[in-house]
């Protein structure tokens, strides 16, 4: 509001700022499903693919929540366009990737339900594939460790293997180095 006089010159100035948005997707979903968040500018915590906008057109700084068991990515400086959306990825790292092997027993005159975990590959964003051996037979396994390290499989047996199975797991996060058991 400019007010003005009867016989005077009033004046007004004004700077316009150019904006913009910014949008982060965070991965893998077992990280976002334990809380995964980012924010820029240290502002509010966002829900990964949520967008922010209003920013002014210059650079910014995107930062990512800290969660158990997950590696952190790295802070970001960003450089937001004006009248765009400007797209980041942030993705998390599973704490316990590497190749595990091991034995089980339910009991040591119980060989029917003793055996091996066998070449547990499990990757960075918290997928595993391996073989499970008991007695003569040879199953593979895969799946997801959920955002706490825990992991559930279903193995089919016929009856006279002792019929199906279910194999649980935990990540171990206690022990150094990470034992999964």
Not at 62 to 77: E, H, K, L, M
Not at 99 to 112: D, E, K
């Amino acid at each position: 509001s400019i007010a003005v006089s009867n016989e005077t010159t009033a004046t007004a100035s004004g700077t316009y700022v150019a904006t913009g948005s910014l949008q982060v997707s965070i991965g893998p979903a077992t990280a976002i499903n334990g809380g995964a968040q980012w924010q820029v500018d240290f502002g509010t915590w966002q829900i990964s693919g949520a967008t922010v906008t209003n920013l002014s057109a210059t650079s910014h700084a995107v930062s990512f929540r800290g969660i158990d068991y997950w590696g952190v990515p790295a802070n970001q400086t960003v450089s937001i366009k004006a009248n765009s959306v400007t797209k980041v990825t942030g993705t998390y790292t599973f704490n316990a990737p590497g190749i595990y092997n091991g034995l089980f027993a339910q009991g040591i005159t119980n060989v029917a339900s003793s055996g091996m975990l066998s070449g547990l590959t499990v990757t960075a964003a918290g997928t595993y594939s391996g073989k499970l051996l008991i007695g003569d037979s040879t199953n593979a396994i895969s799946g997801t460790f959920n955002a706490s390290g825990q992991a559930t499989n279903s193995i089919p047996r016929v009856a006279k293997l002792g019929g199906p199975l279910t194999l649980q797991m935990q990540v171990n996060w206690n022990n150094s180095p990470l034992t999964v058991g």
